[in-house]
């Protein structure tokens, strides 16, 4: 069975840094691109960040570039998302999700996370 | 950026009734790259259809999706209870991927 539990968000204050990760199983992690999904309250969803299945290629939306950095340990079965310089507008539940094939983007998503929620708040 | 628009924003409809969604592409999708997802309350969005039409593994056929080019069309044949969410497309053909803002499938 496919589980993607994401974990790491929490309450952090505008300008500061957080690390969120997803512990992957039930597949082979290696094999299959990942991204980071956001839904703000109330709002829709935004694709944040993807990473191919290697590792090799990543891509950002342009409202997180220069300030995220996406990363998998194969290892460790973990995908990662580090946050720097939060603004409000970043607050926002944050989903790991699975993509169906090997591509750091461009792809649709079978499999999804619980989410963790992120609040940017002085 | 393709922007997608989907309409109407919120279908009230009671269970057994057809519901028909729509989403609009601001350019063409190429290779008709359109899933839809199903979310619930506090819950993950869920796959449906992949490839404008294909339903994903598990998901019943009272959902159909169609469409090509710019417009595509979620259906759902005869609504049951567990059918009343909010709605994504979300186009993967052109880099950024992007998602409507949803539709919501209300009870009435």
Redesign the interface.
């Known amino acids: 069975e496919v589980q993607l539990v994401e974990s790491g968000g929490g309450l952090v204050q505008p300008g500061g840094s957080l690390r969120l990760s997803c512990a992957a199983s039930g597949f082979t992690f290696s094999s299959y691109g990942m991204s980071w999904v956001r839904q703000a309250p109330g709002k829709?969803?935004?694709?944040v960040s993807g990473i191919s299945g290697s590792g090799g290629s990543t891509?950002y939306?342009?409202s997180v570039k220069g300030r995220f950095t996406i990363s998998r340990d194969s290892s460790k079965n973990t995908l990662y998302l580090q946050m720097n310089s939060l603004s409000a507008a970043d607050t926002a539940v944050y989903?790991c999700a699975k993509g169906?094939t090997t591509s750091s983007?461009?792809?649709?998503?079978?499999y999804?996370?619980?989410?963790t929620l992120v609040t940017v708040s002085s | 950026e393709i922007v997608l628009t989907q309409s109407p924003g919120t279908l009230s409809l009671s269970p057994g009734e057809r519901a028909t969604l729509s989403c609009r592409a601001s350019q063409s999708v190429s290779s008709r790259?359109l899933?839809w997802?199903q979310q619930k309350p506090g819950?993950?969005?869920?796959?449906l259809i992949?490839g404008a039409s294909s339903r994903?593994?598990g998901i019943p056929d009272r959902f159909g999706g169609s469409g090509s080019g710019t417009d595509f069309t979620l259906t759902i044949s005869r609504l049951e209870a567990e059918d009343f969410a909010v709605y994504?497309c979300?186009q993967?053909?052109?880099?950024?991927?992007?998602?409507?803002?949803?539709t919501k499938v209300e009870i009435k």
Do not use: C, K, N, V
């Open positions: 829709g969803l935004e694709w891509d939306a342009d989903y169906q983007s461009l792809i649709r998503y079978d999804w996370g619980q989410g | 790259y899933a997802y819950q993950a969005p869920r796959l992949y994903a593994t994504y979300q993967y053909g052109s880099s950024p991927q992007t998602f409507g803002q949803g």
